[in-house]
């Protein structure tokens, strides 16, 4: 006689994939552009935002397209 196997004896691996995120400089540019058509510099939008400078630029040149 043999055992009824059921499924909690099925052994199975489920990979769940992350969800996809919006890079930071894609979230951050419409204030980058904001904050650039006031008249802040990079630098200063970056020490505001506290992000790296390349980032605020990124941001901007991403918004501009």
Do not use: C, D, F
């Not at 199975?12 to 996809?20: D, F, G, N």
């Amino acid at each position: 006689m043999q055992p009824i196997r059921t499924l909690s004896e099925i052994q199975a691996k489920i990979i769940i994939q992350p969800l996809e995120q919006i890079p930071l400089y894609q979230k951050l540019a419409q204030k980058v552009k904001e904050l650039h058509l006031l008249g802040m510099s990079y630098r200063e939008i970056a020490r505001t935002l506290n992000i790296n400078k390349k980032t605020a630029i990124k941001a901007y040149e991403y918004k501009s397209k």
